[in-house]
């Protein structure tokens, strides 16, 4: 399956951003999907998760309350909506699908967005 994430951007402290990842190539509605987001220099970090079905989400410590994972099997694309957002949100975001081990690892990774918060 290839992903492509999409809706970065640049916006302001407390503004909103909401981040599409497409599939193609297989349908995405049997495999749970993550978001993750890197800066460089830094490790790679868990944003959100969410199963197949849509009934269970995680989320990472420092989005919670403020970040929401979707998907909708039938576009074949999972969500990010962000909000409240602040610099340090800033980073390449990274969707992925088909987990090996659920919320952290995948088997498909997609390019990233970029997404700036400016104060």
């Known amino acids: 399956v290839q992903l492509q994430a999409s809706g970065g951007g640049q916006v302001q402290t407390g503004g909103s951003l909401r981040l599409s990842c497409a599939a193609s190539g297989r349908t995405l509605s049997t495999y749970h999907v993550g978001w993750f987001r890197q800066v460089p220099g830094k490790e790679r970090e868990f944003v959100a998760a969410i199963t197949w079905s849509g009934y269970s989400t995680l989320y990472g410590d420092s989005v919670k309350g403020r970040f929401t994972i979707s998907r909708d099997n039938a576009k074949n694309t999972i969500y990010l909506q962000m909000s409240s957002m602040k610099p340090d949100d800033t980073a390449v975001y990274y969707c992925?699908?088909?987990?090996?081990?659920?919320?952290?690892?995948?088997?498909?990774w997609g390019r990233g967005t970029q997404v700036t918060v400016s104060s």
């Open positions: 992925a699908a088909d987990a090996r081990s659920w919320p952290y690892e995948y088997n498909f």
